[in-house]
């Protein structure tokens, strides 16, 4: 039985955080795989900033050299607002003898008893929560909960964005992201960025 997560997002724009966050997980947690999930929809967000190809692109770039890394686009092709449980349900029946897993961050998993049916996401699955800056993990005595608790990047998607429109601390801006994935951002004018 193969371990495989499921880490979804917006990535608007994926940085290293994102990647930092994935190594860890699949380091600490003996994974086979890692499935990035990419939501047009997500329901705990109003709005995407850079268009779905162009964050299809990105997450290419950021990816390519990672051989168990890979990218899915169930979300992004159903055109409608998909929730965790349902993405989840579509990779066990993808990978019927395999163990599915959810990688959430401290942030998500404090709004986690909101959740849509979360019932069944704690019956059938288990989450691994990384722990953020400024989100002290919750740990919850739940035998289906995996939490590691290590120092990560303390940079967010938005907070990036908002850096590129104002031109403020680009050198940093750069650290945050991957060369390719700045390059794109530069040479696609994403985020208003003034050249």
């Known amino acids: ?24 997980a699949l380091q600490l947690c003996n994974l086979n795989k890692i499935i990035f999930v990419l939501s047009t929809r997500p329901p705990h967000k109003i709005k995407q900033h850079a268009n779905i190809l162009d964050r299809i692109n990105m997450l290419n770039i950021a990816i390519a050299k990672f051989k168990k890394f890979e990218l899915s686009l169930y979300e992004a092709n159903q055109n409608k607002t998909v929730y965790s449980y349902q993405t989840l349900d579509y990779f066990q029946r993808q990978y019927t003898h395999d163990k599915i897993y959810l990688i959430v961050g401290s942030d998500c998993f404090l ?26 993990l919750s740990y919850s005595d739940n035998n289906n909960y995996i939490f590691l608790n290590k120092t990560m990047y303390n940079i967010s998607s938005t907070a990036i964005r908002q850096a590129i429109k104002q031109s403020k601390n680009i050198k940093a801006v750069i650290s945050y992201l991957n060369k390719g994935v700045y390059n794109y951002i530069l040479k696609n004018n994403l985020y208003n960025i003034l050249k």
């Open 1 to 24: 039985m193969r371990k495989i997560a499921i880490f979804g997002g917006s990535f608007d724009p994926i940085h290293k955080a994102h990647i930092n966050v994935a190594k860890l």
């Open 111 to 136: 709004n986690f008893h909101s959740w849509n049916n979360i019932s069944h996401i704690k019956e059938y699955y288990n989450l691994i929560v990384i722990s953020r800056p400024g989100y002290p």
